[in-house]
């Protein structure tokens, strides 16, 4: 269990409505794999793109302006856990994804130029809400932009998925897709 799961288990075991609210949601970061141990290269960003967007929604429902102590504090706790989520899926996406783009799709290195660069805007605003004060109204500013950077980049590699399919047979996805796991679960470095 991460710091930030430990913490906001904390918090739940102390608050009856968080206790409530957690039997219905979890911000522990899902199985990579399908029910089935599929590991589909698609289906595995999918399921992590739909966890990065959960994630986003419950941070923009936290108020970012005139928060308490503790929502301040939960909201710091969301940033950490996409920090982490996104840094991983990124490292894995730039070693397995975005060279299978560039190779199968024609447009494929703009696509993937397009995405890093998406991801990079993403990085930066991670960066700078480290240093704002989390109490700050720049702080609420960063973190709505990351919400929305967020959101624009699902939707964009979406896209560039559904065209991947198209151009890819399930066994090369599927090897990908492992790849991607092992590179993903050992947090290898791009």
Do not use: C
Not at 79 to 97: G, M, N, Q, W
Not at 140 to 168: C, M, N, P, W
């Amino acid at each position: 269990m991460s710091r930030v799961e430990q913490w906001v288990a904390e918090r739940v075991a102390q608050d009856p409505q968080m206790r409530s609210a957690a039997a219905a949601r979890s911000l522990h970061v899902g199985e990579s794999r399908g029910p089935d141990g599929a590991h589909e290269l698609l289906a595995v960003l999918t399921r992590q793109h739909d966890h990065l967007t959960a994630l986003g929604k419950r941070l923009g429902a936290i108020p970012a302006y005139g928060a308490s102590d503790e929502q301040v504090q939960q909201r710091a706790a969301i940033i950490d856990l996409i920090r982490d989520v996104a840094s991983r899926h990124e490292s894995a996406e730039r070693r397995y994804l975005w060279p299978a783009v560039r190779t199968h799709l024609a447009d494929g290195d703009a696509r993937a130029d397009a995405a890093l660069a998406q991801e990079q805007q993403s990085n930066d605003t991670l960066a700078a809400l480290a240093t704002a004060a989390p109490d700050s109204d720049e702080h609420g500013r960063l973190a709505e932009q990351l919400i929305s950077q967020l959101r624009a980049h699902v939707a964009y590699e979406d896209k560039v998925f559904l065209d991947l399919r198209d151009a890819t047979d399930e066994q090369t996805r599927s090897e990908l897709g492992e790849r991607f796991l092992q590179a993903y679960e050992r947090k290898e470095p791009a």
